[in-house]
């Protein structure tokens, strides 16, 4: 069973800076196309962003050129760099391990974009 465990949301104002982390469970994390996604209140989840195991990228349009998503295998961890930070980013994030026949999910931290 894999465990991802997301820390890093929190409270920002407009135009602010977060860096979310997502750490996994297990010994094969490099293998695995790991993900961002995010629900706001009464909508469906989306996909943010993902990074496969050849460190290639993908962003939603509406994160291109303000978020980033890195990995360190040695550390089995995700990260997602988010800069100008927008209201319409608030929240809850999950971080996700794509595997064949399986994704497994992080239990979401919240982000919150306020002034």
């Known amino acids: 069973q894999v465990q991802l465990v997301e820390s890093g949301g929190g409270l920002v104002q407009p135009g602010g800076s977060l860096r979310l982390s997502c750490a996994a469970s297990?010994?094969?994390?490099?293998?695995?196309?790991m993900g961002w996604y995010r629900q706001a209140p009464g909508k469906q989840r989306e996909l943010v962003a993902s990074?496969?195991?050849?460190?290639?990228?993908n962003y939603a349009d509406s994160v291109k050129g303000r978020f980033t998503i890195s990995r360190d295998n040695a550390k089995n961890t995700v990260y997602l760099q988010m800069n100008s930070l927008k209201p319409e980013d608030t929240a809850v994030y999950y971080c996700?391990?794509?595997?064949?026949?399986?994704?497994?999910w992080g239990q979401g931290t919240q982000v919150t974009i306020s002034s």
């Open positions: 996700s391990q794509n595997r064949p026949f399986t994704t497994y």
């Open positions: 990074i496969t195991s050849r460190d290639i990228t």
């Open positions: 297990g010994n094969i994390f490099s293998v695995y196309t």
